[in-house]
């Protein structure tokens, strides 16, 4: 397979709520057979410096966010298949030991 990407976009639309795919075969060294790997790179949302600082104090003396100091990605449906493309890409692998 030659390296492929895909985009997921979450349901609720944003574009600040993105993972990218990124699939490529390595050669292992050991045994010189090709692996899938597949590459996943999520989108956060860029924040100034004062603001992080801030955050990392209030971390520091054990702040804590209700909701996490994260941000969710709601998969869509329609990219279910996007998405079971992965799984049997990376399947392949287990299938031929």
């Given at each position: 397979?030659?390296?492929?990407n895909?985009?997921l976009?979450c349901?609720c639309?944003s574009?600040?709520?993105?993972?990218?795919?990124?699939?490529e075969e390595?050669?292992?060294?050991e045994?010189g057979?090709?692996?899938?790997?597949?590459y996943?790179?999520v989108?956060?949302?860029?924040?100034?410096?004062f603001?992080?600082l801030?955050?990392?104090?209030k971390?520091i003396?054990?702040?804590?966010?209700?909701?996490?100091?994260?941000d969710?990605?709601?998969?869509?449906?329609k990219?279910?298949d996007?998405i079971q493309?992965?799984?049997?890409?990376?399947?392949?692998e287990?299938?031929?030991e």
């Amino acid at each position: 397979m030659e390296n492929k990407n895909e985009i997921l976009i979450c349901a609720c639309h944003s574009t600040e709520h993105q993972i990218v795919l990124i699939y490529e075969e390595e050669t292992n060294k050991e045994t010189g057979e090709v692996d899938p790997m597949c590459y996943a790179h999520v989108h956060l949302n860029k924040r100034s410096f004062f603001y992080r600082l801030k955050y990392a104090i209030k971390y520091i003396f054990g702040y804590k966010c209700n909701y996490g100091a994260f941000d969710e990605f709601i998969f869509n449906p329609k990219d279910a298949d996007k998405i079971q493309e992965l799984v049997d890409y990376l399947k392949s692998e287990v299938k031929q030991e």
